[in-house]
């Protein structure tokens, strides 16, 4: 859709933060998504309501915004890692140090593997070493797509395929394209299946309060998408690169 026409209408749109305060406010969405959710064992509890690890020095940050004539509310975020820092890392240092020394200190430790969810399935690193070694070898690289995160009033299955399709589309089929890792709960596969991601089922672990999580691999030379949905995700990447947002009509189905 283009964003002249978006305009007209209450519409929903996927893009980066624009402001040292806009990435501060996508963090409190995600800290307090997180918090109060079922999940909320993957985030450290803090005064600050500011979710920061080590990994966000070299992620994309995005956020879902609902936007009218009068304003853009933040009211989804999901962070995207690759390998080196990226262009928030002093937005990142800056926003950890108002909240304490301690969660600055956290923002500027290297980590000890490239992504978190190598953090989160010992098992499964020497797999994604081998697959990173591959890459390397083919000139490809991987991200991690992660701490996806919609505020309660704004979950759905509608708005979640859209955050999934936007950022497949920015950075598989985008300047850069990407093979991806990310993690689920188990009760989430299903969808994550629909966009071709397959699962590494030795990695599957389980998390206090009975969450199951499994591991996930988009691999470019795995993955051959119906002609449908390729076209789709190939015009929202056109999209993205046009006008730096993919659009979304309220009304749009």
């Not at 591991?215 to 993955?223: A, F, M, N, V």
Request: net charge neutral; aromatic share 14%; glycine share 2%.
């Amino acid at each position: 859709m283009q964003f002249e026409t978006a305009l007209m209408y209450n519409y929903y749109c996927y893009r980066e933060p624009r402001t040292c305060e806009e990435i501060k406010e996508l963090l409190q969405v995600r800290y307090h998504s997180y918090i109060n959710s079922r999940v909320k064992m993957f985030i450290p509890e803090n005064d600050f309501g500011i979710d920061i690890d080590e990994w966000d020095k070299n992620a994309s940050h995005y956020g879902l915004y609902h936007c009218t004539p009068e304003k853009e509310s933040p009211i989804g975020y999901m962070r995207v890692i690759v390998e080196s820092a990226q262009r928030f890392k002093d937005n990142i240092f800056q926003i950890a140090e108002e909240c304490s020394a301690e969660m600055l200190a956290l923002a500027k430790t290297t980590p000890r593997v490239p992504f978190s969810v190598m953090d989160y399935f010992p098992k499964a690193v020497s797999l994604i070493a081998i697959e990173m070694k591959r890459m390397q070898n083919e000139n490809e690289k991987l991200c991690e797509a992660g701490r996806f995160a919609l505020i309660p009033q704004a979950r759905s299955l509608r708005l979640s395929r859209f955050m999934i399709e936007c950022s497949i589309a920015i950075f598989y089929f985008g300047r850069l394209p990407y093979n991806a890792v990310i993690s689920c709960n188990e009760l989430h596969q299903l969808i994550y299946y629909y966009y071709r991601f397959k699962s590494v089922a030795e990695a599957a672990v389980e998390k206090s309060g009975g969450y199951a999580s499994l591991l996930l691999l988009l691999l470019r030379y795995k993955t051959d998408y119906p002609v449908a949905l390729k076209s789709k995700l190939e015009n929202m990447a056109d999209e993205y690169n046009r006008d730096e947002m993919i659009c979304l009509n309220v009304k749009q189905k």
